[in-house]
């Protein structure tokens, strides 16, 4: 390792940058990847009052990004300023800072796109007759022109860091890539029903909405026509002191559509998509009780406040929002969503009480594993029954929040069951030898095909069930490229999945552990669930979700022989 100058003894001088290294460093902070350029490059085309938007990529936007609107466009005479740096339309004294309407205001994210990737920049604005050009290779311009193009913008985004090899390095595989965008693109959607989004990946639609400004058809575009349907809208506004406002629209889904992560929990403020934790815990806080543990509601909430009460800005890339009345905002927020769930509770089940969990997961209960508990007072219990190992989570629950690869192992070998019955459909009662037992079915399900799927796929024979109707599958788009990412670990499990060209994939089979199920409504939830196990160890995500989805739920009658056979398959 090269001895810092500073210790050899002298010291380097103080420089100014070159402009183009000092563009570089900026552009580093700017550009990180394809989806940072696609949020640039999307936000300058809302900025240009674009009505439709398409995106599409190549090589998961490292080889190719090309974004189009139908936008005002930059006038011939002013296109080269464009990629000056601090070159903006949106600002001209520094008092405008304080009122920023636009998303952007910043004139860098052009300079930063040319030193980071070849460009072509193609504008029209409607008044003109024709396209003017503009050429970027290596980082300078390289010349332009006129051109024949509709009205509007195209920037085509080639070879992103080909002269920067160290930043190319930690660009991931194509297809995580264009998840990383498909998220961008699906955060915009729903955060502007209004506009047209379409995006494409390799030539295939992985996501269009209609832009006609409703959020249900926006929200249905991208999640899927189940849940676009039934969601229930918010209302709320309230004004606090020191001049705190916030409205709340938007709408959230009932609880029964819970989903196994946050993805299609969307927040957004002033009609930009944000994350917020506070908010986000207060959206989850209102569907307290109503969800098992461990999954996540769906929704859009869509929250204004005034303009100087917010700041979008504290980070370039992620933005987090930061609120200056942050728990006003939050308890606005929970108590919108809470009204929206009581009032539908009300009309469906006469109040909340009714609505209980439909499907518990084998993570909701606590400390929940396939023996949860012996039905006696602790006290009382036979040592072979001793809560101690019950009451102690294995190493991959204890961390609050981690993602749990795989079911629950039973800690001790089980006695000889016999079953008494079922409890609320959600546990089964058998009885030993050495005592009783209550036993979550979920969990219990769960394990036993865990371990068959295993065992089956390392002897590879994991038997897969044709359908005799191909089904369409209605995915979100981050869902379809989860899957095409995974492809092999699915097939080996039994899927046969083909693309094809709109937000969906065609199933032609199924593992045989799901075979007789509604197979695109459970692609859609395997995919979730695989998405929720997280990226570790993907071949056994695959099989750790598939296990769940194939179990019998919390909520499921089972007769004797049905509880029969789980026991049995259990010890
Ligand atoms: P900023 O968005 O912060 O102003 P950018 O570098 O992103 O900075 O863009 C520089 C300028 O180029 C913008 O202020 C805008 O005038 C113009 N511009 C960029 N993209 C478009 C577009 N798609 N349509 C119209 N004008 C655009
Ligand atoms: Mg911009």
Redesign the pocket.
């Known amino acids: 390792m090269a001895v810092a100058p500073s210790l050899a003894g002298e010291r380097p001088r103080i420089r100014v940058l070159p402009p183009e290294v000092a563009a570089r460093i900026a552009a580093g902070e700017v550009i990180e990847r394809p989806a940072s350029i696609v949020k640039?490059?999307v936000?300058?085309?809302l900025?240009?009052g674009?009505r439709r938007i398409e995106v599409s990529l190549e090589g998961g936007g490292v080889d190719v990004i090309r974004?189009r609107?139908d936008?005002?466009?930059?006038p011939p005479d002013?296109l080269p300023?464009?990629?000056e740096r601090h070159?903006?339309?949106?600002?001209r004294v520094a008092e405008d800072l304080f009122a920023v309407q636009?998303?952007?205001?910043?004139?860098?994210?052009?300079?930063?796109?040319v030193a980071a990737a070849d460009v072509d920049?193609t504008?029209r604005p409607p008044l003109e007759d024709a396209a003017a050009v503009a050429r970027f290779r290596g980082g300078r311009a390289t010349g332009g022109g006129a051109a024949a193009a509709a009205p509007?913008?195209t920037?085509e985004v080639r070879d992103l860091f080909a002269s920067l090899p160290a930043r190319r390095r930690f660009l991931r595989e194509g297809r995580a890539e264009a998840r990383a965008v498909a998220a961008v693109v699906t955060d915009w959607a729903v955060a502007r029903p209004d506009v047209a989004f379409r995006l494409a990946s390799e030539g295939r639609t992985l996501l269009a909405t209609p832009g006609d400004g409703a959020l249900a058809s926006a929200f249905a575009a991208i999640h899927g026509p189940d849940l676009g349907g039934g969601l229930l809208p918010l209302e709320g506004t309230r004004s606090g002191e020191d001049g705190a406002r916030v409205a709340v629209s938007g709408a959230v889904a009932p609880p029964e559509a819970h989903r196994a992560n946050r993805r299609a929990l969307h927040l957004v403020v002033n009609r930009r998509a944000v994350t917020s934790r506070t908010l986000l815990a207060s959206i989850e806080q209102a569907y307290a009780g109503l969800l098992p543990a461990g999954r996540h509601p769906a929704g859009v909430v869509h929250i204004e406040v005034p303009a100087d009460q917010v700041d979008v800005n504290v980070h370039p890339q992620k933005a987090e929002v930061r609120l200056r009345h942050e728990r006003f905002v939050a308890g606005a927020v929970h108590g919108a969503v809470r009204r929206a769930l009581l009032d539908a509770a009300a009309r469906t089940y006469g109040g909340l009480e009714g609505w209980r969990p439909s499907a518990v997961t084998a993570d909701s209960l606590p400390g929940a594993r396939p023996v949860i508990e012996a039905a006696r007072p602790a006290s009382e219990l036979p040592r072979a029954a001793s809560l101690a190992a019950l009451e102690e989570p294995p190493p991959d629950l204890a961390a609050p929040g981690a993602a749990v690869s795989a079911p629950p192992a039973v800690t001790r070998a089980l006695p000889p069951l016999r079953p008494l019955g079922q409890l609320d459909a959600t546990y089964l009662v058998a009885e030993a030898a050495d005592g009783l037992f209550v036993i979550d079915q979920h969990a219990a399900h769960e394990r036993v095909h865990y371990e068959r799927l295993l065992e089956a796929r390392t002897a590879g024979r994991v038997e897969s069930q044709a359908l005799l109707e191909v089904a369409v599958a209605p995915l979100a788009a981050t869902a379809v490229l989860l899957a095409l990412t995974h492809r092999e670990a699915l097939v080996a499990l039994g899927w046969e999945l083909e693309e094809t060209d709109g937000a969906a994939l065609l199933v032609r089979a199924v593992p045989v552990a799901l075979a007789g199920r509604d197979a695109a409504r459970v692609l859609a939830e395997y995919l979730d669930q695989l998405e929720a196990e997280g990226r570790r160890a993907t071949a056994d995500a695959a099989v750790a979700a598939l296990a769940c989805k194939a179990a019998v739920r919390a909520g499921d009658r089972l007769d004797l022989p049905q509880q029969r056979a789980l026991l049995e398959a259990l010890e």
């Not at 936008?71 to 930059?74: E, L, N, Q, R, S």
């Not at 070159?87 to 600002?91: C, E, F, M, Q």
């Open positions: 640039e490059l936000e300058n085309a900025d240009a674009a974004v609107d936008g005002h466009g930059i002013q300023d464009a990629f070159a903006t339309s949106k600002l636009t998303l952007g205001f910043r004139g860098e994210a052009l300079a930063a796109i920049f504008t509007g913008s920037v």
